[in-house]
């Protein structure tokens, strides 16, 4: 069964910390994304990412960074964790050219306090 | 960018009632995709739709492309407990990579 595994599901940090949220897919599939998911404000686009060390910014980039240095993993980094910053935060991953749909991971719940 | 239009933001519905919801867009696309959120989870994908006009059914899913290629919608029928969650549109642009833009979701509450 093909994957996308988020490496926690639940994480609380303080303000200010460096964080790290880990997404592997199993699939060797090229795109990978990060969204973040508010009440209300449906799906953000943080980050993209279509092949092993290229990256583009999606419609929320600050206050995050992204890290793909192989093809099944890639990172978004909070320099320095905000309270507005606590959100769902969903990976997903899609096959390159063509309009083919998403397989997302199970999501990480991060609440900064 | 471009934007989704989906309605309704939510529902309450009775089980064993019918679901029908909506996206339009003021672009064209060549793809439009629904996916489920369950609650706690990442959505998944139900249906996939290629072509203008067409019509596919997943068990008691059903989704149009519409032949204007701004539109799509989804019905359900006889609505389960298990139908709850949070249904995503999205639609793809063919040279872009796979990247998707979401609609901002249908909310759907069913009742027992």
């Known amino acids: 069964d093909v994957k996308v595994t988020q490496s926690s599901r639940y994480l609380v940090k303080r303000t200010g910390e460096k964080v790290f949220l880990e997404c592997v897919q199993d699939m060797d599939h090229e795109n990978m994304f990060w969204y973040r998911q508010d009440p209300g404000l449906g799906l953000r686009l943080i980050y993209f990412s279509y092949d092993v060390k290229m990256k583009e910014k999606g419609d929320i980039p600050e206050g995050y960074s992204v890290s793909r240095e192989k093809k099944e993993r890639f990172s978004l980094i909070l320099e320095s964790a905000s309270t507005n910053q606590t959100s769902m935060y969903l990976c997903a991953s899609s096959l390159d050219r063509g309009p083919y749909g998403y397989t997302f991971g199970s999501g990480t719940r991060l609440t900064v306090v | 960018g471009q934007q989704l239009n989906q309605s309704p933001q939510s529902m309450f519905i009775q089980e064993g009632e019918d679901v029908s919801m909506n996206c339009t867009s003021s672009?064209?696309?060549?793809?439009w995709l629904w996916y489920k959120q369950d609650p706690g989870e990442g959505p998944v994908l139900l249906i996939a739709?290629?072509?203008?006009?067409e019509l596919t059914s997943n068990g008691r899913l059903t989704a149009q492309f519409g032949i204007t290629r701004k539109d799509s919608f989804l019905n359900i029928s006889a609505s389960i407990p298990s139908d709850v969650g949070i249904y995503f549109c999205?639609?793809?642009?063919?040279?872009?990579?796979?990247?998707?833009?979401f609609g901002d979701g249908t909310t759907l509450t069913v009742k027992p």
């Open positions: 672009s064209i696309f060549n793809t």
């Open positions: 999205a639609t793809s642009i063919f040279t872009n990579a796979g990247k998707s833009t």
């Open positions: 739709l290629y072509k203008a006009g």
